[in-house]
């Protein structure tokens, strides 16, 4: 099956600057990576996904990229805010919300140092 | 609308007890998700759900581990003889189906503790 791993495990960086989160992923034939930002004692919320026909996504301060031959991809938050501070995973999958679960990385502690 | 709905949000039981998890998917949405987060880690799956069916069950860690969607909306993750080993947070999520690439919203979870 699937396997995602995800580092680092706490990623502290200076409010305003970036942060990098990175994954790899073990089947080829994932084709679908969301990332997930999940708050102390709150549910999981999708904040930006990728699928594989694409190299490159962006959102205002964030952006993922994607390296399917060298299986991995990497989340980029720009002038990073105190309200960025949470735990974010990776997640690969064959089809996305279609037809198979997704498999999650360990997450990354994130904070934001004022 | 309405999220991902489940009860109860907390659950605390006795070793060999079983208990049930439900969870009310989005309107509309016909693929049901469930996974279990341990401390620390990320979301495990444990089994999909395309309508009423059980599509995928390979996560579900052993016969112990049972999920029903009689009527493709509103699902129960049962355990039964639970364990220590049981205690984490079991998240449902629920997404469009038929079609790739949905995004999975997901609930609040229902943290459960087995003494």
């Known amino acids: 099956g699937e396997n995602v791993e995800q580092h680092p495990s706490t990623l502290s960086v200076q409010e305003g600057d970036s942060a990098v989160i990175k994954c790899t992923y073990s089947d080829s034939a994932s084709n679908y990576f969301p990332w997930y930002k999940q708050e102390l004692g709150k549910r999981p919320q999708l904040i930006i996904d990728i699928r594989s026909n694409v190299g490159e996504k962006k959102d205002q301060r964030i952006a993922v990229t994607l390296n399917k031959t060298a299986k991995h991809f990497s989340l980029h938050i720009t002038e990073t805010q105190p309200e960025d501070s949470a735990v974010y995973f990776c997640?690969?999958?064959?089809?996305?919300?279609?037809?198979?679960?997704?498999?999650f990385g360990k997450g990354t502690h994130l904070i934001i140092q004022p | 609308g309405a999220g991902v709905s489940q009860t109860p949000s907390n659950k605390v039981t006795e070793k060999g007890k079983y208990v049930e998890l439900r969870c009310d998917p989005i309107?509309?949405?016909?693929?049901l998700y469930w996974y279990r987060q341990s401390l620390g880690q990320g979301p495990e799956f444990l089994i999909y759900?395309?309508?009423?069916?059980?599509?995928?069950d390979s996560g579900l860690p052993n016969d112990r581990f049972f999920a029903v969607r009689p009527e493709g909306s509103v699902s129960t993750l049962k355990i039964q003889r639970t364990e220590r080993g049981d205690s984490a947070v079991y998240l449902c999520?629920?997404?469009?189906?038929?079609?790739?690439?949905?995004?999975?919203?997901f609930g609040p979870g229902t943290r459960l503790t087995v003494l």
């Open positions: 997640a690969a999958s064959v089809t996305g919300g279609g037809a198979d679960g997704l498999t």
């Open positions: 309107s509309g949405h016909t693929a």
């Open positions: 759900f395309q309508g009423t069916g059980a599509a995928d």
């Open positions: 999520a629920s997404s469009l189906g038929q079609t790739p690439y949905n995004e999975q919203f």
